[in-house]
Structure formats: C-alpha cells, structure tokens
C-alpha cells in the first residue's frame, strides 16, 4: 500500500460547531472559495443531503455521488453504512458472496453495534477520495467536509485512533490506523470550528478547540459567524437623547439597545475566547436578506478569502435587500 | 384554542422538541418552572444547560438525579412557589449504565456489560441512542409519582424527529432472530446457518477475532436484559402517544430552524402524534409592528439638533432599515409555516430579549411572554 500522506495532493479542511452556528455556511463559502482558486473542490455532507445541499443549490440522489454544483465545486453526501458495504464490494471479489453478507441480519446488526464502524467507514471513504484511489490519482484539489455538530464531528474525527486500539489486528485496524494519521497530519488536514457571538456557541467552541488539541488534530481557524461591525461613538450618545415619548422613538430606541448590548456580549465573548484558547477569531458578517442562498455564501467566501472586510457587511446588505 | 397555561397545568409530560441553537433548554425551564408556580411539583430534565442557567435555578451544577430548586432562590426571586421545581440534567453515557444496573439479571451480567468495550462505545454512538435515554427517563420519573409535571427538553439532534422513532430503533438492535444468533459464544455461529459461517469469517478477518469476541459478549449479555428493553420500549412508545403528553415545538423565524421544524412537524402528523404548541423563540421585536424606512426621518432630525454627530446618524439610520427589513423577511417566512399547524394548537412569538436567560427572573419573564402563567 502506497504511502499516503507525503502523497496526499489534496487538502482536507473539516469544519464544525455547535448546533445552528452555521457549519454549512461556512462549509459551502470554504468550497466556493477553493474552487475560485482553481481548485477542483469535493464538498461532503455526513449523513442524508442538508444544509450544504440547500446553499448550493444542487441536491445529490446517491450516497457517495458527486454532483456539480458549478464555480469548480462538487457536491456529495456520504453515508457511512453505504460506505462499508462499497468497501467490502471493493475488497472481496464474487458479488453473490458480497450480496449474501451485506443483506444478512447478523451482519445488519454488527454494523448498528460495530464501534464506529459506520464512521470508520465514512470517513475512510473521505480520504480514498483525497488520494484518488478510485481513480488511480487525486481528482480533487481541495475537500471541505461539513462534519455536523461539535459532539459527533469529534466522535468522527477521533473514531479511527479508537478503533485502531479496538480492533486488534485484521484489515479493519490497519485502515483505522492508516486513516487516524493522515487525520492528525497538518499537511493534509485542517479542523475549522465555527461560533456565533454567544455565550454558549462560544464557550462550545472553546471546548471544542481544547478536545481538538487532546485528540492531537490539527487546528485550523476559529471562526465567528453573524458579527456585527463595531457602532460609532456617537449611538451611545443617541441612545442617551432619544425621548421614547412616541412609538417610533420607542421602537428606535429599543433597536438600538438591543443592538448595543449584542455588540458588547459579542465584544466580551470574543476577547475571553481569544485569551482563553491563544487563537486568533475571524469574523463573518450578519447578513441580511430575503433568503439565503448562494449569492450570500458567495459573498461569505468574499470574507474569508480577505476580499471584502468585515466593516462592509452591512452596506452590502442594503444592497441584497 | 389551546393556550402554554393548560399545557403544563393539564398534562402530565411536556416534551419540548425542536433543532439545536433555539433557546429549547431555557423555554423548557421557564416551563417547568410555570408549572411550579402553578402548584404541581415539577421536574425539568434539560439536555445541554448553560452554566449560568442551572446557577440562576440555585444550583451548583445539574445533577443526574436531579435536584430541588432551592426555597431560598425562589424567595429571593419574589416566587412563592405554591408547587415545588426540581431540575435535572440527562447524561447520555451515566443513564445507560443505571438502565443496565437496574435490569441486568445479575451481578456477573452487568459488570460485563458495563466492562464490555463494545457496550461503551455502543451506549453513546447508536443512531437514536440519546434520544432513548431521554424517553426512557421520562418513563421512569413518570412512574416514580413524584412529579405532577415532567417537563423535558430533548437532546439537540439535526433530525429532532430521531427521538419519536427511538423506541423503535432500539428494538431493531435486538431483533429476536438475530439475537439468538448472536448472543450464543462466536464458535457457535458457524452451527446455526450455512451462510453465517461465510459471514463470520469474512467479519473475523477484516475486524479481527478480538473484537469478535467482544461483540459476542457484548450480544450475550445484552440478551439477559432483552426482555427489559422490550418492555421499556412499549412503555416508551405509550407514553409518548398518551394524551398526557404534550409535544411543544420550539423553534425560531431562520429559514433553516423553519426548515427543520417544518420537516419534524411533518413527521409528527405522519405518526399521528400531534404538536400542542409552537413556540417561535427571539423574533425580531419590530415582527409585528407596522413601521416604514422614512419613519425615523423625524427622529433623526430631532437627533442631529441634539447634538449627535453624522457618522451616527448614518448608522443609526442603516440600523433602522437592515431591522424593518429582517423584520419583512421574518414575517413572511413564518406566515406559511403558522398555517400548517394544527388549528387548536398553541402559537407563541417570544422577542428577542436583550441577553441569554440566566436567573429566575428572566425564566419569569420568559414564562409570562410564553403565556405560561395563570
């Protein structure tokens, strides 16, 4: 077997979060992002088609299929128990013997109770396609992999060091160790975790970040998403004048309240997670439209190729609108 | 028309579904606190509590077993709590190894089980597992009689709809044909059928004898408890579709979390199950009024004669229509989603307050907006 990861031409960035922060935003914008580079770019999905589907506008049928949802990015869902029974085809030779385990009942109900073999399998699958074993050589140059949220993307990510350990010997344990290094490797993996401006999505992130570090994976940005641009020094000021004497001055003034203290816990969230983990945080804009969809995760990977500043955000946002 | 007082003063579960990111935790505890200051004694089982949220209950940390509410801070909080509230916290991993000790057999059943490598990995990775725990738990405070009201939050899955099929997808794992089967020693597998022996040694060579051996074990004891889980499922399964039950959907005006509650509030029909309540949680405190851009025309001006400078105003002003227009976008993404609701149900917009929940009196006020108090 060929060594993989001096090999490995391809990236992987891995992204995650506490539920509802917006993995799959910062996902699709990664992959749009590669893909204007010139990269050919694999985007994943965990599990049945979700939020990356939505957000680039294409929805794949098959397990494992990619489809192509344009600007150089391909998009593919990967369900672990589909990639088990695509590994054992792929490693036995007769079809009816392969037909007879995949269909048998014991063989269902090891796959339910297997530790992690559904994952294993998955994510296995994840870096066959990064070193174009299908193939015979790399098709993508960049993988972003939307790995859902922070307690099972960590079970994903630490499962191949695990069963490496359970699995005492036997093909099943050489892949686990295989996959568990190339995973740990800097080269070719970077973990993204992504916050919003709360306490809780920020103090997820945190200890998501501090895990990461345990399990000895490689770190790649903290992200904040829906930050709002800092307020002039004058709307403390205008806030101190209104008279609510009216309903539109009372609704003025709540808005602008409501927006200062959001900008506050956002400030004080951000710099107590800076100083907690040593890590620089990025920040993405709150944008707002009708729908979000494509055109606004194109303006996210604007952001974070550093081609648009944050402080722009909202001008742009007049202009969705 | 029902209203969130009847729900938690006439059932006696109220189960608060609904994805991850929404405020689920908190309005389950604003709820379960309603039902104390109505006079039942209460239990909140809650999912994934911010710290601040089990201090602001009196608590030091949220324990399995679940705690009181401390006289104290409801005093000093100005509740007098004709009830009691008692809060409690459900670790996934903690509650599978009670259910194994209280149903295994004996003493040499369960510390294999609990030992067994596979059970440990097992308990907390299988699709529905959490979810299980939780109804499970449910069950058992229902059946302790302690609580007039068990209020409980469910556990922040993408599908929200894992936890009705729970029951179900437990009793798959231990389907009668294959477990017998599987929980006889692994050399004798190979007896039962002339496949199995096909399987068993392709299984022994790509994941190893080892693990074999394990997974047998693991089948061999989980046997024993078999006829438990069964039971439990049932009992499971009864108390979900009880009319004592009432399912609370919480959820918010982002098109994904609408999305999400769309495809929940779908699944729950097609079970036959239905939503007593929607609770759309941090709507924008603009979503109902009728204001336009050039409003706050006026309001700038008299603004600009007080002194406030142009960098400001113009913030102020962008301020003003990126709100009317989050506002717009709001409303009209939640008015197709009201419609497919039951028309009995319950429908309650919470706005958007200015921090997180985080003492007793922000539970009140969450209460009082939920339309929970009598």
Redesign the interface.
Known sequence: MRSDRSEAATFLQVVTG????GK?TVAAALAMAAGRRGHRVLAIEM?AP??LA?LLGVTPTEHGVPVDAGGGVHLAYYDGEAALAEY?RRH?RWDR?VR??VE???????V?????VR?IMAIGKVRDEMLGLATGEPQWGAIVLDA??SGHAL?LLGMPS?AAQ????????REAASVAGWLADPASTAVHVVA?P????L?EAAEVVERLRELGLPLGRLVVNQCRPP?????A??LA??DEVE???Q??S??????L??LE?QERGIARLEERLGMHVERLPRL?????GRAQVEQIARVLTEDEALSEG??L??EQ? | MTSMFEIVTRHRAVVCVG????GKTTVAAALGLAGALAGRRTMVLTIDP???LARALGLSSLERGGEAVPDEALRSAGLSVRGSLHAGMLDQKGAWDAFIVRHAPSAEVRDTLLSN??YQ??ST??AGSFEYMAIEELVRLDESGEYDLIVIDTP?A?AAVDFLRAPDRIE??V?P??MS??SKPVRA?GGAWG??S???H??????????LR??SA??VALDAIFGDVAARSERARAMLRSDQTAFVLVAGPT???L?DGDQLAATMRELGVPLRATVINRVH??FR?D?TVE??E??IAS?AS????E???T??R??????L??A??ER?RLAPFAAAMPADSAWVEVP?L???AHSLDDLVTLARLLGALG
């Not at chain 1, 709360?198 to 999505?201: F, V």
């Not at chain 2, 007080?306 to 400078?309: A, E, H, K, M």
């Not at chain 2, 962008?318 to 709100?323: K, P, Q, Y």
């Open positions: 506490k539920g509802g922060v799959s599990g979700a939020g939505g054992i036995m013997v007879a385990i048998h009942p014991l063989y269902r109900a090891f339910n109770a297997g530790p992690g994952e859902g949220a079970q695990a359970t699995f005492g010997s036997g093909l099943a344990h919003l709360e306490e809780m999505p103090q307020a002039p020094a004058g709307a000021e205008a004048v209104i309903p539109i001055r609704a003025l709540q808005t602008l309240r409501r927006t203290g959001w816990l707002v439209a009708p729908s979000f909202d001008a946002t007049e609108a | 994805t991850g990111g929404v911010a710290r601040q490598p596979v990995q097992v990775s299988f922040p993408g798959h794992l389907d044909a294959v089967v599987l597998w496949a199995v096909a399987v068993v392709r299984l022994q060579g790509t994941f190893g004898t080892r693990a394990e997974i693991f089948f098109e994904r979390v999305a405190p603009l009024q204001f409003d706050v006026p309001v603004l007080r002194g406030v400078d960098p400001a105003l913030w102020l962008r301020l003003w229509v990126t709100a227009r989050t717009e976008a009209n958007e200015d921090h997180d």
